[in-house]
């Protein structure tokens, strides 16, 4: 099957379960709050290195904000819930409650939480003060330019991780393109993140490595270095330039419409092939078949 | 189905106690049975149907009409439906209520919303004295719920207050707050003198100049209170006669106290209030 010239791979990307969560971060002006969210996504790519994955979700008008300020979405990713907490913890106390004048608030509405404001509490030394509104607790503490406004609980939820589009193309410039229009078409959507720099990773990696220390190694069938010495390479004479665009949702069917409009937008001249990766199916509980989101049969 | 209507026939000279008339005890109760209820009226009981005509039969929907002030204990440990008083409420209105809505369209008496554990109670009129205070012997007053006084409030607003919002919008007696525990206090009138007196924490939002600050309380500074945007937006949004707090800023003059205690209260006086030190 085809899209223009593209050749998409008869495959599907292995995605995982993961838990979310929905951090709205608002400050005096925009600048403030994007340095906040900017620091709380930052090393957060991948799990197996980063313990989670985060990304910048939108922008958020002033109309939309609990304290009418501008405001940033962010969603964060991790295996499970207990993890989730922990990561929210460290990230909202290291990197939203230090930048000047931000508040944060739980963007979720989920019957599970887990506790943020309710543990950064214990920063203000005793002269933290709790504050109810209806069924929402807030914590205000007092820090140098005021007070930081956090809730004490933030939603979390069942989660996607780890959809992903692997784009095959002539060269650099070519392929570079084309993923950059990739995450261009994917950003519009809400509840996706692309974690990785610019929401594009190039060091794409396969389970196990020869080393036992490491549980992952790099994806030498897609490495157009190795593709004369490795007999199982992915790639053909055409191809000298493979990126991968990993996507995060809050659901299966959000995923799903990255993964769509992602490949419509990257299927331009020059991208030889898109495909995705997958552990043989063994490992992910989701099986995001390329063909399945064209809406098209198989050829 | 109609609400139930009990229509007062005569202001009776002792105070009747109308706490058996709630949504929660008359639930599957027919207007014969409603009518045979003993009510305490001073020293004696006396039927319902004496001093009441009863009409309609929606139990979760109570009127009451002609109301006075010797009418008490109205709405106690209610928990949920609509209790709406034409004329006055006597004493102890709301007293432990749990949730539901009360609406009296006249004044009410002293140690209305008493222990209030949830809900909303509105009064268009005045309030006596311990508005939202404990009850006689007990170490906290309310501990959640919301109280719009349209009106005045007597002395000792909030007393011993452990959680929920009191909004009064005329002014307010004296020790108001007192012994506060936690919560929210927003009077929109003059406050009288000892407010705040033996607060631990809690919050005053004033928007007037207090007449009297007691010698405890710490003066802050203005500052920008972002807790204060959310609590404006939440009130009016819960009541669309509050729209006007959306024009309240987050600025506002910050009193620490009483330091005499843990000195975590605070009183803050809205930036308009002009305040002086």
Same mark, same amino acid.
């Given at each position: 099957?085809?899209?223009?010239?593209?050749?998409? #791979?008869?495959?599907?990307?292995?995605?995982?379960?993961?838990?979310?969560?929905?951090?709205?971060?608002?400050?005096? *002006?925009?600048?403030?709050?994007?340095?906040?969210?900017?620091?709380?996504?930052?090393?957060?790519?991948?799990?197996?290195?980063? /313990?989670?994955?985060?990304?910048?979700?939108?922008?958020?008008?002033?109309?939309?904000?609990?304290?009418?300020?501008?405001?940033?979405?962010?969603?964060?990713?991790?295996?499970?819930?207990?993890?989730?907490?922990?990561?929210?913890?460290?990230?909202?106390?290291?990197?939203?409650?230090?930048?000047?004048?931000?508040?944060?608030?739980?963007?979720?509405?989920?019957?599970?939480?887990?506790?943020?404001?309710?543990?950064?509490?214990?920063?203000?030394?005793?002269?933290?003060?709790?504050?109810?509104?209806?069924?929402?607790?807030?914590?205000?503490?007092?820090?140098?330019?005021?007070?930081?406004?956090?809730?004490?609980?933030?939603?979390?939820?069942?989660?996607?991780?780890?959809?992903?589009?692997?784009?095959?193309?002539?060269?650099?410039?070519?392929?570079?393109?084309?993923?950059?229009?990739?995450?261009?078409?994917?950003?519009?959507?809400?509840?996706?993140?692309?974690?990785?720099?610019?929401?594009?990773?190039?060091?794409?990696?396969?389970?196990?490595?020869?080393? /036992?220390?490491?549980?992952?190694?790099?994806?030498?069938?897609?490495?157009?270095?190795?593709?004369?010495?490795?007999?199982?390479?992915?790639?053909?004479?055409?191809?000298?330039?493979?990126?991968?665009?990993?996507?995060?949702?809050?659901?299966?069917?959000?995923?799903?419409?990255?993964?769509?409009?992602?490949?419509?937008?990257?299927?331009?001249?020059?991208?030889?092939?898109?495909?995705?990766?997958?552990?043989?199916?063994?490992?992910?509980?989701?099986?995001?078949?390329?063909?399945?989101?064209?809406?098209?049969?198989?050829? | 189905? *109609?609400?139930?209507?009990?229509?007062?026939?005569?202001?009776?000279?002792?105070?009747?106690?109308?706490?058996?008339?709630?949504?929660?005890?008359?639930?599957?109760?027919?207007?014969?049975?409603?009518?045979?209820?003993?009510?305490?009226?001073?020293?004696?009981?006396?039927?319902?149907?004496?001093?009441?005509?009863?009409?309609?039969? #929606?139990?979760?929907?109570?009127?009451?009409?002609?109301?006075?002030?010797?009418?008490?204990?109205?709405?106690?440990?209610?928990?949920?439906?609509?209790?709406?008083?034409?004329?006055?409420?006597?004493?102890?209105?709301?007293?432990?209520?749990?949730?539901?809505?009360?609406?009296?369209?006249?004044?009410?008496?002293?140690?209305?919303?008493?222990?209030?554990?949830?809900?909303?109670?509105?009064?268009?009129? #005045?309030?006596?004295?311990?508005?939202?205070?404990?009850?006689?012997?007990?170490?906290?007053?309310?501990?959640?719920?919301?109280?719009?006084?349209?009106?005045?409030?007597?002395?000792?607003?909030?007393?011993?207050?452990?959680?929920?919002?009191?909004?009064?919008?005329?002014?307010?007696?004296?020790?108001?707050?007192?012994?506060?525990?936690?919560?929210?206090?927003?009077?929109?009138?003059?406050?009288?003198?000892?407010?705040?007196?033996?607060?631990?924490?809690?919050?005053?939002?004033? *928007?007037?100049?207090?007449?009297?600050?007691?010698?405890?309380?710490?003066?802050?500074?203005?500052?920008?209170?972002?807790?204060?945007?959310?609590?404006? /937006?939440?009130?009016?949004?819960?009541?669309?006669?509050?729209?006007?707090?959306?024009?309240?800023?987050?600025?506002?003059?910050?009193?620490?106290?009483?330091?005499?205690?843990?000195?975590?209260?605070?009183?803050?006086?809205? /930036?308009?209030?002009?305040?002086?030190?």
């Amino acid at each position: 099957m085809k899209i223009k010239s593209t050749q998409i #791979d008869d495959t599907f990307a292995e995605a995982f379960k993961m838990w979310a969560s929905r951090i709205i971060i608002t400050a005096e *002006t925009k600048q403030w709050a994007m340095a906040a969210a900017t620091s709380m996504t930052g090393f957060a790519t991948s799990v197996i290195g980063c /313990k989670c994955e985060a990304g910048i979700e939108r922008e958020i008008p002033v109309n939309e904000t609990p304290d009418r300020r501008p405001g940033v979405s962010v969603l964060l990713f991790a295996m499970d819930a207990l993890g989730l907490g922990k990561r929210l913890v460290e990230r909202v106390g290291q990197s939203v409650m230090t930048c000047p004048t931000t508040a944060c608030y739980s963007g979720l509405e989920s019957e599970k939480t887990v506790v943020v404001g309710g543990q950064l509490r214990y920063f203000g030394d005793g002269f933290q003060i709790s504050k109810k509104l209806a069924e929402q607790r807030l914590w205000r503490i007092p820090v140098m330019d005021g007070e930081f406004l956090v809730d004490e609980r933030f939603g979390v939820q069942e989660a996607v991780g780890g959809g992903n589009l692997i784009l095959l193309g002539k060269d650099m410039k070519t392929t570079l393109r084309a993923a950059t229009a990739a995450t261009k078409a994917m950003r519009t959507l809400t509840g996706v993140i692309l974690p990785f720099p610019d929401g594009v990773v190039r060091s794409g990696s396969k389970v196990g490595s020869r080393y /036992k220390s490491l549980m992952a190694s790099t994806n030498d069938a897609y490495c157009p270095t190795l593709r004369g010495v490795r007999p199982n390479s992915e790639l053909g004479e055409d191809v000298n330039c493979v990126l991968e665009i990993v996507i995060d949702g809050l659901n299966e069917s959000v995923v799903r419409s990255a993964m769509q409009i992602g490949m419509q937008a990257a299927a331009k001249p020059g991208i030889k092939r898109i495909s995705a990766g997958n552990y043989g199916g063994n490992l992910g509980q989701y099986k995001i078949d390329l063909y399945s989101l064209l809406d098209g049969d198989k050829p | 189905m *109609t609400a139930l209507l009990l229509t007062l026939k005569k202001q009776p000279e002792l105070p009747v106690d109308l706490s058996p008339l709630t949504p929660d005890k008359l639930k599957g109760k027919s207007k014969a049975q409603i009518s045979a209820i003993k009510l305490i009226n001073g020293k004696d009981k006396t039927p319902v149907s004496t001093l009441f005509s009863v009409s309609g039969s #929606d139990t979760e929907n109570i009127r009451i009409q002609r109301s006075c002030r010797q009418l008490t204990h109205i709405g106690e440990d209610m928990s949920f439906g609509e209790i709406q008083v034409r004329g006055d409420a006597g004493n102890y209105l709301g007293k432990h209520m749990h949730g539901g809505h009360i609406k009296v369209s006249g004044h009410s008496g002293d140690s209305t919303a008493c222990g209030l554990k949830g809900g909303l109670i509105e009064i268009d009129g #005045d309030v006596g004295d311990r508005l939202g205070a404990n009850f006689i012997g007990e170490l906290h007053g309310m501990s959640d719920g919301t109280v719009i006084v349209s009106g005045n409030a007597g002395h000792r607003v909030g007393e011993r207050m452990r959680r929920g919002t009191i909004v009064v919008r005329g002014h307010v007696g004296e020790y108001c707050a007192n012994w506060m525990l936690a919560g929210s206090i927003i009077v929109l009138g003059k406050t009288g003198n000892y407010l705040g007196n033996g607060m631990k924490r809690g919050t005053v939002i004033l *928007t007037k100049k207090p007449r009297h600050m007691i010698a405890t309380f710490r003066h802050c500074g203005l500052l920008k209170i972002e807790f204060l945007r959310l609590f404006f /937006k939440q009130m009016a949004l819960a009541n669309k006669e509050f729209n006007f707090f959306r024009n309240f800023g987050p600025e506002a003059i910050r009193f620490a106290g009483d330091v005499s205690c843990e000195g975590l209260g605070e009183i803050l006086v809205l /930036k308009n209030a002009r305040i002086s030190k």
